[in-house]
Each structure stands twice: as C-alpha cells, then as structure tokens.
C-alpha cells in the first residue's frame, strides 16, 4: 500500500470520519474474534461484539437504582492491595479531611446570675487517622459519616471520644486525632459605663489517640493590648525633664494558650481558660467603650506595662495554678505600632508541645480578624 503524506497530515472532516468508521465496521463484521483481539485497543474500544460502534449516554439517569450487586461492583483503589501504592511505602502519621463544617451544640458554664445555656454554633472539624506502610489509603468519607452520628449531641470531650471510636474502628487505624474551631461568643461589660458587648474568641479542641494514649487539647487565641513599659518611662522622662508631651506605644497583641486538660480532671469550660488568660494579663480589648471606658483603659495600660516575655510568663504564672491543666504552651505575638516587625515569644512546660523545629508561618497565624 502507498501512504502519501500529504493524504494524512490534515484534519479529516465529518464525511471522511463517517466513512472510515463504516469501513471499521465492515472489517470487523467480517473479521474473526482473533483478529478483533489483536487489534489496537482504541480501535478496539469502538467496536461491540457485532461490530457497531459504542454509544455513551450523556443524559443524567434519574431512575436508577443501586442494587446490592451493583455496589459491590464498584472498584475501591483505597482499599486496594499494597502494589497499588504510589511512592515508597511509608508510614503516614496523618491523613483525613479538613474543614468539614456542622452547627454543634454547645453549653454555657452557669453562674450565680444565669443557669448554663445552650446554643448552637458553626464548627470547622478536621479528621485525621495514621496509614501503616502496606495500606494504600483510607476511605475519607468514613470520618464524616463517624461524626454526624454524634453531631446532635451537646458537646464534651466526651462526644468526641465515640467520633474518634467509631471512625478509628472503621478505618483500622492505630493513631487518630480530632479537631474542632469555633468562635466562642461570652458577654462581658465595659470597664465604667456598664455597657454590655459581646466578645468573640477563637477556640479549638482536640482529641489526640497516640499509640494507646489519648490526650485531651484546647487552644484559645487571646486578644488583649499591649503598652511598652520602656515607652512608657521615656514617654513620662520627655514630660518631667522638658515639659513635652509624648504619647507611649501600645499595640493590639494576641497570645494562643494550648493546654492538655488532665484525663482525671473536672471539666474547663471555655469560661474558665479565658478567665485564666484575663488573669494573666488584664489588658483585654474592650467590645462598648464610651469616653470614660477609653479613658479607663488608658488607665488601665498605664498600669501594666507589658514585654511580649512579661505576657508569655504572666500567663504560664495563671496555668500553673489551675490543676486541671497539664502541659502546655504559650505563644504570644505583639504587632508593634513602632517598628515594621512584631515582638514574638514562645513558652513551652511539659513535653506534649515541646518542638525543636517550628513551623515557619507560626507566628505569622496570630492575627485577628476584627
């Protein structure tokens, strides 16, 4: 047969594909199974076993049905054996979902003046389990599925030990972990004129199951403001030696504590580590000011004067005296309003947080969204 090239370079049209897939099956119609299985497998692909070309609906079929036999045809590659592994086969320490959100119901802790209320509140939920060597992958939507069963419930550590039960059953794994975000709404009032606000705190817990030992996490970001205590003293030299009016720097500052909540202890409330923070250091933002509440937080700051290195161990001075926590960790950003840089700290008791490498967008994540 002669080939011209000058015949196959261009782009055939409707009418020459028509007639070379008719020509297709008119070969195949007459050709045996031997000779169809030894043809090309795309143009194999074409062809039904009496040779007319195979047509794909493109209609979404409202009326099917999944049978059981149907399901179990299925291909699960997660599931697979270990020779569908990509890459070397490796440990991985943790592998889920993240950010999968659901309102969960929460508890306020009572006091003498309200009994503990409930309300419901959106909540970022990241799953992970560890993956042995020879597994080649976890079915994701188990974690999920593991979860809702308990989404109705109030919450407590307690509910999220079943989640992690049922989801680490499911999927056959050693290690597994979860964790919750949310932004905790509290009430509280201006420092003097009795106005009533609500602040907003960004929490997060977590359950961590390590080789048998389980760990109990919560985490609170802290926003409070900052005076520099050496501003301070030069602000009031310029005002007793020359008579000049100088204004001190202060900053908005945020600290994340992260705490181990011991196995045997009574439970902390939410409450209960902000107040633990606002003991550490009393210079919280305020929610409703009025002119006399500025000028009390002025006030306020005046009085307490803080490094980014007083925050740090003014906060661990608070933990440490709470039995119900265990190890934890201090880290405390204050966003300068003099230099182009934030003072940064980092106070670690207790091997649970301890690291030797950190993450290099640590402290870069405590930023407040107002």
Not at 76 to 88: F, K, T, Y
Not at 142 to 162: N, T, W
């Amino acid at each position: 047969m002669n080939i011209h090239l000058s015949q196959i370079d261009h782009k055939p049209n409707d009418d020459e594909v028509v007639l070379a897939f008719g020509l297709l099956r008119q070969w195949a119609a007459m050709a045996s199974d031997a000779e169809i299985d030894a043809l090309d497998p795309r143009a194999r692909a074409l062809l039904e076993t009496n040779g007319a070309p195979k047509t794909l609906s493109s209609s979404y079929p409202q009326d099917f049905t999944v049978t059981d036999e149907y399901k179990a045809s299925l291909p699960d590659l997660q599931n697979g054996p270990a020779s569908l592994i990509v890459g070397a086969k490796q440990q991985i320490q943790h592998v889920g979902i993240s950010n999968f959100r659901l309102p969960i119901r929460y508890r306020t802790r009572a006091s003498q003046d309200a009994p503990s209320q409930e309300m419901r509140l959106e909540t970022s939920v990241t799953g992970t389990v560890s993956l042995e060597a020879e597994k080649k992958g976890i079915n994701m939507s188990r974690i999920m599925r593991s979860f809702y069963l308990h989404a109705e419930r109030d919450f407590s550590f307690e509910v999220i030990q079943a989640a992690l039960d049922d989801y680490k059953r499911d999927l056959d794994s050693f290690d597994a972990r979860i964790q919750m975000r949310l932004s905790f709404p509290v009430q509280v009032s201006s420092l003097r004129s009795g106005l009533m606000g609500w602040q907003y705190y960004d929490i997060a817990m977590e359950l961590i199951d390590q080789s048998g030992v389980r760990k109990k996490i919560m985490h609170l970001d802290y926003v409070y403001s900052s005076t520099c205590p050496c501003s301070l003293e030069l602000a009031e030299h310029a005002r007793a030696t020359r008579q000049q009016l100088a204004t001190p720097h202060s900053q908005r500052s945020i600290a994340r504590l992260s705490v181990e909540v011991r196995q045997e202890a009574n439970c902390l409330w939410f409450e209960d580590l902000i107040d633990l923070a606002r003991q550490g250091v009393v210079t919280e933002t305020q929610v409703m000011v009025k002119r006399e509440d500025e000028q009390a937080f002025a006030e306020l700051n005046a009085a307490n004067p803080i490094f980014v290195e007083d925050a740090a161990r003014s906060f661990c001075d608070a933990l440490l005296k709470d039995p119900r926590i265990g190890d934890f960790q201090i880290l405390a950003s204050h966003q300068e309003s003099l230099h182009s840089h934030d003072a940064v700290s980092l106070l670690t008791h207790g091997s649970t947080f301890a690291s030797q490498s950190l993450d290099p967008k640590l402290f870069t994540s405590l930023f407040h969204v107002g």
